[in-house]
């Protein structure tokens, strides 16, 4: 029955989906001389990998953990292949870059999959932070030595530990009293994400336009932010019935989603700015790399997750009186 | 030889593991004969390379690479026989009447395309290494071949010289215009456009 809302919630999508598609179809027909063709372009392929990322997500959640973990294991490894390839590397670091690549993504995503918490949260952040430092020490190349490995752990951090949070939302019901659908918090979890990016996008080609970063970003606006919060927070709300909170509980998570969506698309694009680069790859067309859509998501999942976490299972008084007031 | 679907697969997975994004700049996929040249960093050059082109284009070209690197050992030796269909030049006994230039004039025929390294070994991958003269003398004998340059870019991060494990980062292969030989250039002047042609598209 859990899978039922999940359900809605894909059909939710292909409704809306379907409707961006007719939108964008219909635009390109009357050829309206006031419309920007390169806006409306951009669109076209936004919706066009919209639909992608959603026929993948859909599929995975109703093949199961598995699929999905194995899915998110696979964009974790394609945005760390971006992220390390704008990265200036020396040749000192190639044996610490291997690991990087090939060992710390695959016993995280493992962890993930036997849902090991103890695991998972701390396998990236103490033993591969140590690793990596001492590894290359090894190599014996002391050039900028501290920034190259900074660079290094960072990569991993987001693009592999903060994201392996995102198909970890997927164990938490087996430790929850509550009950509810695993594939539906997850689809909750990433439709908010994809939608925060949207309508801040949205309310940011208003008249008014107060630039928060213009160094940084030219594109994010205050009303952009505050507009897309408001929106994704009244979505959010009416989606609760999908997900393990209340209509409160919604809302407060769904604002938090859009904030560390704001904060993960700004991040990572101040590092694009230091790099000298507008995207970070060419894999799905018009969105630029893997890791210029995932930004967001990398940043959300881990505090998304946490959340959760604390209001599903923790037991202390706050956690008693958050979990009281948010969830079903 | 191996099947087509043994080797389009093959190149599948080459072409995903080099995670190569490709640009044909001034320049289209085309079954004629041509030589493509390139820089060198890596000893997974050649197999990137051939991998970038369409099915077609690729079923008719042929890497040439060194003997004494491409003979030695299981792997290697099944993909420059079976795969590849690669042109082994032997580094050690070149002999006048048996130059690699003849060699490889008369491997092609009027079909096959070659893909060259002209710097004549791998370099640091910083800059790109001064031309060898083979480039110029195949060009004397056969001043109808197209020449494309192609510019190899990050693949001495991915697996540098004296490394043996690879790293998976994203590589960009850019083929160039195609420039031929002029009718009487000079050795030095032509070489020097070849490597300029490959250093330009570095930039782009």
Redesign the interface.
């Known amino acids: 029955m859990g899978d039922v809302r999940a359900m809605s919630l894909i059909a939710g999508v292909l409704v809306l989906l379907g409707a961006a598609t007719a939108v964008v179809q219909i635009l390109r027909r009357r050829e309206d001389p006031s419309l920007n063709p390169a806006i409306l372009e951009t669109f076209r392929l936004r919706v066009h990998s919209w639909w992608l990322l959603f026929a993948i997500l859909a599929a995975a959640c109703l093949l199961g953990k598995t699929v999905t973990i194995i899915l998110f294991g696979g964009l974790a ?1 394609w945005a760390l ?2 992220f ?2 704008l990265t200036p ?1 020396r ?1 000192g670091d ?2 610490a ?2 690991w990087v ?1 090939f060992i710390f993504p695959l016993f995280q995503f493992v962890f993930v999959w036997i849902n090991r918490y103890e695991l998972f949260s701390i396998a990236i952040p103490v033993y591969a932070f140590l690793f990596i430092p001492a590894r290359i020490a090894m190599a014996g190349d002391h050039k900028r030595f501290l920034e190259r490995t900074a660079k290094i752990q960072a990569g991993l951090l987001i693009c592999v530990y903060c994201l392996s949070y995102a198909p970890a939302l997927l164990s938490l019901r087996a430790e929850s009293t509550t009950a509810f659908s695993s594939a539906g918090l997850l689809l909750f979890f990433v439709l908010m994400v994809q939608l925060s990016d949207a309508l801040q996008y949205a309310w940011a080609q208003m008249p008014s336009r107060h630039v928060i970063v213009p160094a940084i970003s030219p594109g994010r606006t205050w009303e952009g932010l505050l507009g897309g919060t408001a929106s994704v927070t009244l979505i959010g709300a009416a989606l609760w019935w999908a997900t393990p909170f209340n209509f409160l509980g919604a809302a407060m998570m769904s604002a938090v989603i859009s904030l560390m969506a704001f904060a993960g698309g700004l991040t990572m694009s101040a590092i694009k700015r230091d790099r000298g680069v507008k995207d970070y ?2 894999l799905v067309e018009g969105h630029g790399g893997v890791l210029d859509r995932i930004d967001s998501l990398c940043f959300a999942a881990p505090v998304f997750y946490h959340f959760t976490r604390w209001i599903l299972l923790s037991n202390n008084d706050f956690c008693e009186w958050l979990r009281v007031a948010t969830s079903i | 030889m191996e099947t087509t679907i043994t080797i389009n697969v093959l190149a599948l997975i080459a072409r995903f593991l080099s ?1 190569a ?1 490709i640009r044909w700049v001034d320049c289209q996929p085309d079954t004629c004969q041509r030589v493509y040249f390139a820089n060198h960093t890596s000893h997974l050059d050649a197999l990137v390379l051939w991998s970038a082109l369409p099915a077609a284009v690729r079923a008719r070209t042929r890497p040439v690479g060194a003997k004494d690197y491409w003979s030695a050992g299981r792997i290697r030796r099944y993909f420059s026989t079976k795969v590849f269909n690669a042109l082994l030049i032997d580094r050690k006994e070149i002999k006048v009447h048996q130059s690699p230039v003849d060699l490889m004039i008369r491997e092609i025929g009027y079909q096959d395309s070659l893909i060259v390294f002209p710097e004549g070994g791998r370099s640091s991958g910083r800059e790109i290494g001064e031309f060898k003269s083979g480039l110029y003398y195949l060009c004397k004998k056969r001043p109808d071949l197209e020449l494309i340059p192609v510019h190899i870019d ?1 693949m001495n ?1 991915i697996l ?1 010289r004296g ?1 043996v ?1 690879p ?4 590589s960009c292969i850019t083929f160039g215009p195609p420039l031929w030989l002029e009718a009487d250039e000079l050795k030095a002047d032509f070489l020097r456009r070849a490597r300029e042609a490959v250093i330009r598209l570095k930039e782009r």
């Open positions: 490894f292949r971006e390390i390839t590397t040749p190639h044996n870059l291997f690549f790859g060419t | 995670g994004s990050n991060r540098p490394q494990l790293v998976p980062m994203l």
